[in-house]
């Protein structure tokens, strides 16, 4: 008859805690998303920066969709809270701190 023999020794509470994981790498959408709202981010910081009368225009890239740049951009203004007016002309996105010329947003009221 064999006898095992247990090993008691002290253990330190660093040994209990989780182990750090490494990050896992970013996929390839993620970091044209990054790319992207760090595009975005340095276009609305000259917008903020320069004259109220500049006009930037976002042309698309052959892969992109008009709705998703968009969307990414309105979401980049709504969170720096910034005072920029956006609009979509001709397949392109345009941006201003003033009106834009024929946006939709000032509607003349109706005639009696």
Known sequence: MSVTQVRVRDAKPEELAPKPRKPRPLSPRQL???KREGQINRMLN???AGPASMIKKVELEGSEKLVTIR???ARQIKASGSS???GVRNGGIYLSRGPIPGARGGRRPKRA
């Open 32 to 34: 044209a998303i990054r």
């Open 84 to 86: 920029v007016n956006l």
């Open 46 to 48: 000259e917008l903020g």
């Open 71 to 73: 969307a990414a951009i």
